[in-house]
């Protein structure tokens, strides 16, 4: 079992930035991939970026390419998320997710999930 933490998140102006970090306690954190999804009101969760166990492979939605990256500290067994160059259409809440194995962009593929943050970007 990997229970999944979350920090950070709030209330930002466009163009600003925040970072996103993801505690996981439990066993082999390192074996883990890791990912971040967000989802807004009525709509389905979307995939945004996604860690391998080493963190040399990494994935990104289009929409957050060059905007965000993703890292993690397997020593804190935490993955972060620096989001950059925030827009209103970045407002979501945003969970962060587990799974053993490789590097997945469908919600369906993750095991564990955090209990979500709120991101809002004013205008």
């Known amino acids: 079992q990997v229970l999944l933490v979350q920090s950070g998140g709030g209330l930002v102006q466009a163009g600003g930035s925040l970072r996103l970090s993801c505690a996981a306690s439990?066993?082999?954190?390192?074996?883990?991939?890791m990912g971040w999804f967000r989802q807004a009101p009525g709509k389905e969760r979307e995939f945004v970026a996604a860690v391998r166990w080493g963190g040399t492979i990494t994935n990104f939605a289009e929409s957050v390419k060059g905007r965000f990256t993703i890292s993690r500290d397997n020593a804190k067994n935490t993955v972060y998320l620096q989001m950059n160059s925030l827009t209103p259409e970045d407002t979501r809440v945003y969970y962060c997710?587990?799974?053993?194995?490789?590097?997945?962009?469908?919600?369906?593929?993750?095991?564990?999930w955090g209990q979500g943050t709120q991101v809002t970007v004013s205008s």
């Open positions: 997710a587990a799974r053993y194995g490789p590097v997945a962009t469908t919600k369906s593929a993750y095991d564990f």
């Open positions: 439990g066993r082999s954190f390192s074996t883990y991939a």
